[in-house]
Nanobody
Framework: QVQLVESGGGLVQAGGSLRLSCAASGRTFNTMGWFRQAPGKDREFVVLISWSSATRTYADSVKGRFTISRDNAKNTVYLQMNSLKPEDTAVYYC?????????????????WGQGTQVTVSS
């Protein structure tokens, strides 16, 4: 059974940092990524990473502040979030798909985690 389990969310002050983790089980995934959904808003793409980590694509809103990485031996993807802003407050979802990022649209990931809350206070 495929499962994605996120951890690492919490409450942090503006300017602070958090590190999210997503542990996958049941299979390995070529492409992994993170999305987020703020209250009253649609879910939005944050970042994706290819199997080799050679491709990392970021939303403009997080470029230079967030860093995605993965450990294929642990089947885990990480999101280091620095210089957090109140507008980063959202539920963050891990997403994964066995297809190459070249074959995926940003909304087309096949597997999703349950989400972890990130709250940034001003």
């Amino acid at each position: 059974q495929v499962q994605l389990v996120e951890s690492g969310g919490g409450l942090v002050q503006a300017g602070g940092s958090l590190r999210l983790s997503c542990a996958a089980s049941g299979r390995t995934f070529n492409t992994m990524g993170w999305f987020r959904q703020a209250p009253g808003k649609d879910r939005e793409f944050v970042v994706l990473i290819s199997w080799s980590s050679a491709t990392r694509t970021y939303a403009d809103s997080v470029k230079g502040r967030f860093t995605i990485s993965r450990d294929n031996a642990k089947n885990t993807v990480y999101l280091q979030m620095n210089s957090l802003k109140p507008e980063d407050t959202a539920v963050y979802y891990c997403a994964a798909d066995p297809r190459s990022w070249l074959e995926l649209s940003r909304s087309d990931f096949g597997s999703w985690g349950q989400g972890t809350q990130v709250t940034v206070s001003s």
